[in-house]
């Protein structure tokens, strides 16, 4: 069974940074891709970023590229998500994901405000 936990979540002004943090468990987290996704107020949910199983890819939504920094960590069986540069509308509630796998953890919230 699929576990995900986020944190790293919280109230930042723009222009600021915050790193995102996800403990997985229930699965062989090495062997797996994993991608970050967020969803913002009466919105989809959308993909942010991916990174490969051995790190060797990674791809961006455009909305991020050159601002956030997807990283994992398979000896800790943890994902992160560097922000910088941060914008009003990167507010949402941000997840992790496996994409060949069904379960979400509980998100976290990322505040961009003055």
């Known amino acids: 069974q699929v576990q995900l936990v986020e944190s790293g979540g919280g109230l930042v002004q723009p222009g600021g940074s915050l790193r995102l943090s996800c403990v997985a468990s229930g699965f062989t987290f090495r062997k797996y891709a994993m991608n970050w996704y967020r969803q913002a107020p009466g919105k989809e949910r959308e993909l942010v970023a991916y990174?490969?199983?051995?790190?060797?890819?990674?791809n961006y939504a455009d909305s991020v590229k050159g601002r956030f920094t997807i990283s994992r960590d398979n000896a800790k069986n943890t994902v992160y998500l560097q922000m910088n540069r941060l914008k009003p509308e990167d507010t949402a509630v941000y997840f992790c994901?496996?994409?060949?796998?069904?379960?979400w953890g509980q998100g976290t919230q990322v505040t961009v405000s003055s």
């Open positions: 994901g496996v994409p060949q796998l069904s379960g």
């Open positions: 990174v490969s199983n051995n790190v060797d890819r990674t």
